[in-house]
């Protein structure tokens, strides 16, 4: 499989079009101080590219890649499908996407495409055809970048056509539809197929297995959107790795884990929307996902890249803020130590105009004298000195399953309680063990279960029977498996499981759960974990035990003394349960004795290992205010190991709060 070159991937989004000539000649330089390595150009040029249908003016891209080879820099050159011209909305209106009320949209904005549309299709292949043959040859060319973030939502006449074939592959028969989505509720059985359309606004409550399989539909219809485009670009460049930048959120309709599976690298974007320490672990959540998603491959995996982050800027409450001092290298090294194959930005120069005007950029609006352009040399010079740990295994000790189908199931109105938050419950379960010192991977549920001692399963609303068997044989085997509430609740089509809650997770944890008792905002109730009470809030269970044993009770409320959380053996293994929403503190210790770690350590120090054929890579963060005196040996170091960053000694070394250090050595023998 195609992989990238050595040198780690430094550099942004270069859009020399929005610019005057002359100012290339200025980024060449600028890029030549700053280290970059790679840029990735003509995300948004489509209009450029193609003036009028089936008419091509290269002359600017051809200049641009000239001279970006010239000075030594490598292009992720893209395919502009994220953006078509306003020609193509004169010419094929029919193409524009369609909100659930109705309303088609033009263009005006960037994302602004039916994915579904026949003539969307063949346009965005005609255009990445020509790209194709144009610079497939080029020397500049290191990367294919297909499309960029897919996310655009579309409820017209062609998606519907496209949805009802994909149900019908799905499905095999209206009767095993209706089955599956329960039509009988409310009268809404289908009797044909042409009565199937898209979850479209309608009077009430949708029927949340159809908007399920909506958004399964949409995953699958964007990434059959990618594979056209990629095999035009593998059959002419059978040695370029492709790949698409995948945006993270709600908004997002992808199954990354499908995805995983077509690029032959994993390229994400990531801008957390939190200041200082919440940031910190919103990047490690990332880094953390992508590193998974790419691993966890079947065969042989795929690398990974951080495509897109804000240079020095954070996005907040409608605030754009400065990073800290530091925060620049300390987010793209949490990426790096994590397995990234570099650090990219959007974007290299920030636009004086457009709707992203007052976006980031590695050269900002006040230009190279700048702090934040002084910190992207720095970053650049420190990422030269790191190309040996490219290919370095990173070391988990702990996982976190992840299910983006159970996300989209508890988005459903319908649920018990508004306040059930299926993304908050995987970043709280990441956070804690974080916190801990632990460096977690993320794993599917349908597939192999890794090889560490600690599986926590947060809110695991759709668990099919196959899964749920997975689970136990692993904890059989000698695993601690620690499950929340909302776990096991309904099979994959999103029907609950009847006779007590967590429905398929049940016998495994030797408990049923007979009511829920979501709770108002405000209101909180105690639990005795230990010896201190912790607060829960959002969210509490009447647990009956039927095998297991109380390790935490209720305390107060009308659950007081009931089991609060649970345990029972299993084989050589343990299984957990939490039925309730505890706070990081409470979650956190419940999780330290299932591991039997003692007790909950909330570490400022973040440790990272990877090992490789050459030796062992220790990556340390401190995220607190004060120095930490940093001891090789406690961490599996034997002596002579140096610090990558300053180029000193390991033994005695000082980390400073904010402080990154890389610790390069070979393991301790006893």
């Known amino acids: 499989m195609p992989t990238p070159p ?19 000649a200025e980024d060449l330089e600028l890029m030549r101080r700053a280290g970059v390595t790679l840029v990735t150009v003509g995300v948004f040029s489509w209009s450029l590219l193609e003036p009028r249908e089936g008419e091509y003016d290269f002359g600017w891209l051809d200049r641009v890649m000239d001279r970006l080879h010239g000075a030594g820099i490598r292009v992720s050159l893209a395919t502009p499908t994220a953006s078509p011209p306003p020609w193509f909305t004169l010419a094929h209106p029919d ?67 496209a949805f009802r074939d994909w149900l019908r592959r799905r499905h095999d028969t209206l009767e095993e539809l209706n089955r599956a989505w329960t039509t009988a509720f409310w009268g809404q059985h289908y009797s044909a197929w042409e009565q199937v359309l898209p979850p479209r606004a309608t009077q009430y409550l949708a029927n949340p297995a159809h908007v399920l399989d909506f958004r399964r539909f949409l995953s699958d219809e964007m990434l059959d959107h990618f594979l056209d485009q990629r095999d035009v670009l593998r059959a002419r460049t059978p040695d370029v790795p492709v790949t698409t930048n995948l945006a993270f959120g709600d908004w ?75 925060e620049i290298a300390r987010h793209s090294l949490s990426h790096v130590a994590r397995g990234s194959h570099g650090a990219m930005f959007f974007q290299w120069r920030a636009s004086r105009g457009g709707a992203e005007q007052w976006y980031s950029g590695m050269v900002p609006h006040a230009d190279p004298e700048s702090r934040i352009f002084r910190e992207i040399c720095e970053l650049g010079e420190v990422l030269g000195r790191l190309a040996e740990v490219r290919d370095a295994d990173v070391l ?59 599986l926590v399963v947060p809110s695991l609303y759709l668990l099919s029977d196959r899964a749920a068997e997975r689970l136990a044989r692993w904890t059989e085997d000698g695993g601690t498996l620690v499950v929340t509430y909302m776990s096991g609740i309904a099979d994959p089509t999103g029907t609950v499981r009847t006779g007590g809650y967590p429905g398929a997770l049940r016998d495994l944890l030797g408990i ?145 709060g904010g402080g990154v250090a890389v610790l390069r050595g070979h393991p301790l023998t006893s």
């Open 512 to 656: 049923r759960v007979e009511e829920m008792y979501p709770m108002a905002p405000g209101e909180t109730v105690g639990m005795d974990v230990g010896m201190v009470r912790e607060e829960v809030s959002r969210w509490s269970e009447h647990v009956h035990l039927t095998g297991a044993e109380a390790v935490a009770r209720y305390a107060g409320g009308p659950l007081d003394g009931f089991p609060g959380v649970t345990r029972r053996r299993h084989g050589a293994g343990e299984a957990w349960y939490v039925s309730a929403h505890l706070n990081d503190r409470g979650l956190g210790r419940v999780i330290t004795e299932a591991a039997g770690a003692g007790a909950f350590p909330e570490e400022d120090l973040d440790v990272v290992r990877r090992v490789g054929p050459e030796g062992v890579w220790v990556f340390l963060t401190n995220h607190g205010r004060h120095a930490q005196r940093i001891d090789p040996a406690r961490l599996g170091l034997g002596p002579g190991s140096v610090d990558l960053l300053s180029g000193t000694p390991a033994e005695g070394l000082r980390l400073p």
């Open 95 to 161: 193409a524009m996407p369609v909100g659930a009320e109705g309303t088609r949209l033009v263009h005006g904005s960037r994302d602004t495409y039916d994915v579904c549309a026949p003539a969307y299709r063949q346009a965005s292949v005609r255009i990445t055809r020509a790209l194709a043959e144009r610079y497939g040859d080029h020397p500049a060319l290191a990367l294919w970048h297909v499309h960029n973030e897919y996310g655009t939502w579309t409820w017209s006449d062609h998606c519907a056509r």
């Open 396 to 454: 988990a000790d702990a996982a976190v399953v992840w299910d983006p189908e159970s996300w989209w199931a508890m988005g459903a109105a319908s649920l018990p309680s508004k306040d059930l938050d299926y993304l908050e419950a995987v970043r709280q379960a990441h956070r804690v063990l974080w916190r801990s010192g632990r460096t977690v991977d993320f794993v599917r549920p349908d597939r192999d279960l890794p090889q560490v001692p600690l």
């Open 6 to 24: 050595a040198p780690l991937w430094f550099g942004g989004d270069h859009n020399p079009e929005q610019w005057p000539e002359e100012t290339l």
């Open 252 to 326: 997002v309709p992808v199954d990354q884990w499908r995805w995983a599976e077509h690029v032959d690298l994993v390229a994400i974007d990531d801008y957390p929307d939190r200041p200082g320490g919440s940031g910190d672990e919103q990047t490690a959540f990332a880094a953390d996902l992508a590193r998974s998603w790419a691993d966890r491959v079947p065969a042989d995996g795929r690398p990974w890249l951080l495509m897109e982050q804000a240079a020095g800027v954070v996005y907040t409450g409608g605030l754009t803020r400065p990073k800290a001092p530091g």
